[in-house]
C-alpha cells in the first residue's frame, strides 16, 4: 500500500520544518502528522518522512519506537490510554486498568474485533496531581473512580 503525504498536510509539515534551523527536528511533528493521516505510522510513513527531512529511516524508526503516541498498527476508533505510573498506582490505576480490560476484552495493544476500540498502559501522562486519569484519543479524564470509567466506556459505546 502506498503512502504520500497530501499537499495540505505538506504544507503543515514545511511550517513545522521553518521552525528549526534544520529539518531534523521537525520529525516529531512530521510522524504526527503522518499518523493522522494514515492511521498508524506504516514503514511507508517512516520512509516518505525520512525523505521529506533528508534523515534515515533508522533515525526516524527510532523516535517511533521510543514514544508511546506512535503506533506502529492500526488502533480502534478510540484508543483509550490508562496511566498505572506511580501516582496513578498509588490511587487505583491498576484498577482501573482492569476494570477497562475486562470490560473490553482485549489487554495492552489489543484492538476490539469492531475496531471501536483499542487500549494501551502507559507510563506518566502528566496527571499525577489529578490521578488516576485515562485518555481517550487526545483527551484526558483525571480523578476517576471505577463509576466514572463506566460512564466514559458506555458514553463512547453508545456515541456511534
Not at 42 to 51: D, R
Not at 102 to 111: E, R, T
Not at 114 to 140: K, R, W
Amino acid at each position: 500500500m502506498e503512502f504520500k503525504f497530501t499537499e495540505e498536510n505538506i504544507k503543515r509539515i514545511e511550517q513545522e520544518i521553518k521552525k528549526y534551523p534544520e529539518k531534523k527536528p521537525a520529525v516529531m511533528a512530521t510522524l504526527y502528522i503522518g499518523q493522522e493521516q494514515n492511521g498508524f505510522i506504516s514503514n511507508k510513513v517512516i520512509t516518505e518522512t525520512a525523505k521529506i527531512l533528508d534523515i534515515t529511516p533508522e533515525d526516524v524508526l527510532g523516535v517511533v519506537t521510543f514514544y508511546t503516541m506512535f503506533h506502529q498498527k492500526q488502533m480502534g476508533k478510540y484508543h483509550i490510554q490508562v496511566c498505572t505510573n506511580v501516582s496513578c498506582m498509588l490511587r487505583g490505576g491498576y484498577e482501573i486498568w482492569d476494570q477497562v480490560k475486562d470490560k473490553l476484552g482485549i489487554d495492552h495493544l489489543g484492538v476490539t474485533e469492531d475496531h471501536q476500540f483499542s487500549l494501551e498502559e502507559v507510563e506518566c501522562m502528566g496527571s499525577c496531581g489529578t490521578a488516576p486519569m485515562i485518555a481517550v484519543n487526545e483527551d484526558y479524564y483525571e480523578n476517576l473512580n471505577k463509576e466514572k470509567v463506566e460512564e466514559i466506556l458506555s458514553s463512547l459505546k453508545n456515541s456511534d
